[in-house]
């Protein structure tokens, strides 16, 4: 046990919450026997940190997790249409956090791959899984996480801790049963870090709401890595592709070789987060 008491190294970083599940630290032991007891001398660098802006204190930011190597975003395989804004937000927050992210479509029990595939046509630049964690179809997602330290992001009720259970038995994580609305119910509490797969996995409470923290809005498309050929068309360097003049991601889909909807939820993803600086004062 290493309670958190007292001042310690911190680094400059204007942060609340200084310790973070998967953080390294260096502690000194207080009390050995039975039950030892340490007290946490120093953070260790960390590689990435996983954040939002603090629920209370918007223009600090609030570390959920450190050292993460992959962000898994999943989706179920109904009504995918419906996740694609949470997809395209989490895809974001992830290439701008230093993370790889990965989509696994889950549910494929209920749908026919072809169909589930002609609907994430627009994702081809990224890694998809197709999975069933009910039916144990699992594909090549195993073999991932091997050494790296994962996320499972996604919207409630589509089976992250089921798949979670399914990569790692005896994991033993409760899975919430889908009410009448068809939305899951939050079983995680608590931050913690669990072995999954020859890696580990860290699930925490406020991932469902984290996101990209503080990007200037001509930042946002630099996180479409299907976008950098037509990005770099655009006559001005800090286009946001809405009404600039010369804009190459703007004719690539009016010339259909960019997706139109995952365009249309850029635009909403740009609206939302002006809205939010504005209400914050930026
Ligand atoms: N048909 C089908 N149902 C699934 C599958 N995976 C999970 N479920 C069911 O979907 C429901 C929700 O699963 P969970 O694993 O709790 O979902 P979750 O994403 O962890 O949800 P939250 O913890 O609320 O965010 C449960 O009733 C599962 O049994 C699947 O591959 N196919
Ligand atoms: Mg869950
Ligand atoms: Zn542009």
Not at 182 to 193: D, P
Request: aromatic share 8%.
């Amino acid at each position: 046990m290493c309670p958190v008491r007292g001042k310690f190294k911190q680094g400059k970083r204007k942060q609340r919450s200084p310790i973070a599940v998967g953080d390294d630290v260096s502690f000194t032991l207080i009390q050995a026997g039975d039950q030892p007891e340490g007290q946490i001398s120093e953070i260790g660098e960390r590689r990435t940190e996983l954040y939002r802006s603090h629920p209370r204190f918007p223009r600090q930011r609030q570390v959920l997790a450190a050292n993460i190597d992959l962000l898994v975003i999943v989706i179920g395989a109904e009504r995918i249409d419906e996740q694609l804004l949470t997809v395209d937000r989490l895809l974001i927050s992830a290439y701008s956090q230093g993370l790889t992210p990965m989509i696994v479509v889950n549910k494929l029990d209920l749908r026919p791959l072809a169909e589930v595939q002609a609907d994430m046509a627009a994702y081809s630049h990224c890694e998809v899984f197709y999975t069933s964690a009910e039916t144990g179809v699992l594909g090549d997602l195993p073999g991932r996480f091997r050494g790296k330290t994962s996320v499972f992001a996604g919207q409630s009720g589509v089976g992250k801790s089921s798949l979670m259970n399914a990569l790692q038995p005896g994991l033993g994580l409760r899975v919430g049963v889908v009410d009448r609305e068809g939305e899951g119910k939050h079983t995680t509490t608590h931050a913690s870090l669990l072995p999954m797969a020859g890696g580990y996995v860290i699930d925490t409470p406020g991932v469902r709401d984290f996101g990209f923290w503080n990007l200037e809005l001509h930042e946002i498309s630099l996180y479409y890595p299907d976008w950098k050929a037509a990005r770099e068309q655009c006559k001005f360097a800090t286009c946001t592709h809405r009404h600039e003049p010369h804009c190459g991601v703007k004719a690539a889909v009016e010339s259909h070789e960019l997706d139109q909807g995952r365009y249309q939820r850029y635009l909403t993803i740009l609206r939302e987060t002006w809205n939010q600086q504005e209400s914050v004062g930026y």
